[in-house]
């Protein structure tokens, strides 16, 4: 698809790395890797899309609190595909390791869902251990996938195996089978699975996600029903709301030490619905953060 030379990326929000990289906490990088998706490809061509769908001619750039994020969100452009997939998840590794160790609370657009295990990995650096809330239809808990151990059905089950992961809550799940429910077993208390039939209608933070707990949120766009988001390679029907969603996001009261939106499909999308719903969701993360640290600033 032809991208107009003269769109505003991101509601207005991106400034240019020159600007002020030294001094924006909030930055936003592109995972273009489609390599470990099971069945359909397309994940790739995500991270554009998120861009310019959600133009600043026709969105601006404040989140729904009223948040202003113009010009506070520094674009690193897309973290390319290395010659394999071991040597792209090293560079996602250390890349990301970089931004925490900097201080930077990052923003990740993927790519499939596999981008989200180097990136768990290197939240290490960050000396504490890290709640992960997964939006998902899929609990990615398989040992492997056809063999593959970093398939993108199986980001759950390598992240639960990092000492530093404290906590997995999945929000919306609704594909469990046999060797996934024996992964849960396995993983005991540190794994929390909440199904999209059991959810209510006002999705509140899991409770023992306690104020200031430290999370990283990682949103399967296939965790929201087809409805709100078609452009996805492995739709499931009876999935969440748009709102269901964005209210989580503003209800929480963690500490988000960094977001990824993953499992973009342009190639099934609907007019660019689910890449804008992308964008949103990660627009209302940064608007979160944002809106935390002035809390914190008119506290002290
Ligand atoms: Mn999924």
Same mark, same amino acid.
């Given at each position: 698809m032809r991208i107009s030379e003269s769109a505003i990326p991101f509601g207005g929000c991106f400034t240019t790395v020159s600007e002020s990289l030294s001094n924006s906490q909030l930055v936003f990088v592109g995972l273009p890797d489609d390599e470990q998706s099971s069945y359909r490809r397309g994940c790739a061509k995500g991270p554009e899309r998120i861009r310019y769908a959600y133009d600043g001619y026709? $969105?601006?750039? %404040?989140? +729904?609190?009223?948040? /202003?994020?113009?010009?506070? @969100? @520094?674009?690193?452009?897309?973290?390319?595909?290395?010659?394999?997939?071991?040597?792209? %998840?090293?560079? $996602? $590794? +250390?890349?990301?390791?970089?931004?925490?160790?900097a201080g930077k609370i990052p923003f990740f657009a993927?790519?499939? *869902? #596999?981008?989200?295990? !180097?990136?768990?990995k290197a939240l290490d650096v960050l000396g504490e251990p890290i709640h992960v809330v =997964?939006?998902?239809? *899929?609990?990615?808990? $398989? !040992?492997?996938?056809?063999?593959? &151990?970093?398939? *993108?059905?199986c980001v759950a089950a390598r992240l639960l195996e990092l000492k530093h992961i404290a906590s997995v809550t999945?929000?919306?799940?609704?594909?469990?089978?046999?060797?996934?429910? =024996?992964?849960?077993?396995?993983?005991? +208390?540190?794994? *929390? @699975?909440?199904? #999209?039939? +059991?959810? &209510? /209608?006002?999705? /509140?933070?899991? !409770?023992?996600?306690? /104020?200031g707990a430290p999370v990283y949120l990682t949103i399967d766009l296939d965790g929201l029903d087809p409805a709100f988001a078609p452009g996805v390679s492995h739709p499931v029907p009876g999935g969440l709301s748009s709102r269901q969603v964005l209210n989580l996001i503003q209800r929480a009261r963690w500490n988000l030490v960094g977001m990824d939106v993953v499992e973009l499909n342009p190639e099934q999308d609907v007019n660019d619905q689910t890449a804008i719903l992308a964008a949103r969701l990660l627009h209302e993360g940064m608007g979160y953060v944002v809106e935390q640290s002035l809390t914190v600033n008119s506290e002290q």
């Open positions: 026709c $969105y601006n750039s %404040a989140s +729904e609190s009223g948040i /202003e994020l113009t010009g506070a @969100v @520094v674009d690193l452009g897309d973290w390319l595909p290395q010659r394999s997939w071991d040597l792209t %998840a090293q560079a $996602y $590794y +250390e890349g990301a390791q970089s931004l925490f160790r993927g790519g499939d *869902h #596999a981008v989200t295990i !180097p990136i768990g =997964q939006i998902d239809a *899929h609990s990615d808990l $398989y !040992p492997d996938f056809d063999g593959n &151990p970093y398939s *993108h059905a999945q929000i919306g799940i609704r594909t469990m089978n046999w060797v996934q429910n =024996q992964q849960v077993k396995q993983f005991g +208390e540190r794994l *929390h @699975v909440l199904s #999209a039939r +059991e959810l &209510p /209608e006002q999705l /509140e933070p899991p !409770p023992h996600l306690t /104020e």
